[in-house]
């Protein structure tokens, strides 16, 4: 249970993470205040909901597409995240590729980095 409400806790927060650094470098690619809170929250739902949904039908149909299916969700999960939240405005096909790319990436980075961050005490036992 410990476990799983720390993997719960790592994907939030880099969820937010990719979705802040989109906000900051993408043009066309707005999220305002509380809704930030919102955003975060839909959109990681979304992803965690549809990752394995996605990846089973990328499996039966499209086999081609398993090297791209976290950035299949992450698109996926933006564009549910943009209809659901009056908060978030994502403009213009570039800034849907661009901030796609970089939820991603810094989602990646947070799964990564994170850890090391918040379970350092617990990382250093082993």
Do not use: E, Q
């Amino acid at each position: 249970m410990i476990r799983l409400l720390a993997r719960l806790t790592l994907s939030v927060l880099s969820n937010a993470l990719g979705l802040f650094m989109a906000s900051v470098f993408v043009d066309g690619f707005s999220i305002d205040g509380f809704s930030f809170v919102i955003a975060v929250a839909i959109f990681s739902l979304s992803t965690t909901v549809l990752g394995p949904l996605i990846m089973k039908i990328a499996l039966k149909n499209a086999s081609y597409l398993m090297g791209g299916i976290a950035l299949v969700t992450t698109f996926v999960g933006l564009v549910i995240t943009n209809i659901l939240s009056s908060g978030i405005s994502i403009d213009g096909v570039s800034a849907w590729i661009i901030s796609t790319l970089i939820v991603w990436i810094f989602t990646v980075i947070g799964s990564v980095v994170l850890p090391l961050i918040l379970f350092k005490k617990t990382l250093a036992k082993k």
